[in-house]
């Protein structure tokens, strides 16, 4: 597979094999941002949070109430995503800039949760730049 040196900022259109990881809330309610755009194109199901859905894969980074999550929460759902992404390298899996939005943490706070990713995950440039730091 075709791979990609990092992840578009943009992304409305996926081949086949990809798939769009986006930022999402526990209520599973995908209104804003990445999360809106995988709900509008990409199969993300409403009121689903984690998981893979069409060629979407949603990870939590706030709660029932839209509150933003600790970063060990976070943590807890990228590692588990990584294991997913291992169990499936014919997927190429396009990470957005997951929690640096409306959750407001860092790059450098979410980045490092990336620090062992297959390589069949796709990095956003800022996340890899400090990964290669």
Not at 3 to 23: A, D, G, H, R
Not at 45 to 58: D, P, W
Not at 81 to 89: C, E, G, R, V
Not at 104 to 109: A, C
């Amino acid at each position: 597979m075709a791979k990609t040196m990092n992840t578009p900022e943009n992304i409305t259109e996926l081949k086949p094999n990809q798939v769009i990881v986006v930022s999402t809330n526990l209520a599973g309610y995908h209104g804003a941002g990445a999360a809106l755009t995988a709900r509008q194109l990409f199969g993300l199901v409403l009121y689903e949070c984690f998981g893979h859905f069409g060629q979407t894969f949603a990870i939590p980074t706030k709660d029932y109430r839209i509150k933003t999550l600790s970063l060990e929460a976070i943590e807890f759902f990228i590692k588990d995503f990584l294991l997913y992404a291992i169990d499936h390298p014919e997927i190429e899996f396009l990470v957005t800039k997951i929690g640096c939005g409306l959750a407001g943490y860092k790059y450098s706070d979410i980045a490092p949760f990336f620090k062992n990713k297959p390589e069949n995950v796709i990095l956003p440039y800022d996340f890899e730049l400090i990964n290669n730091e």
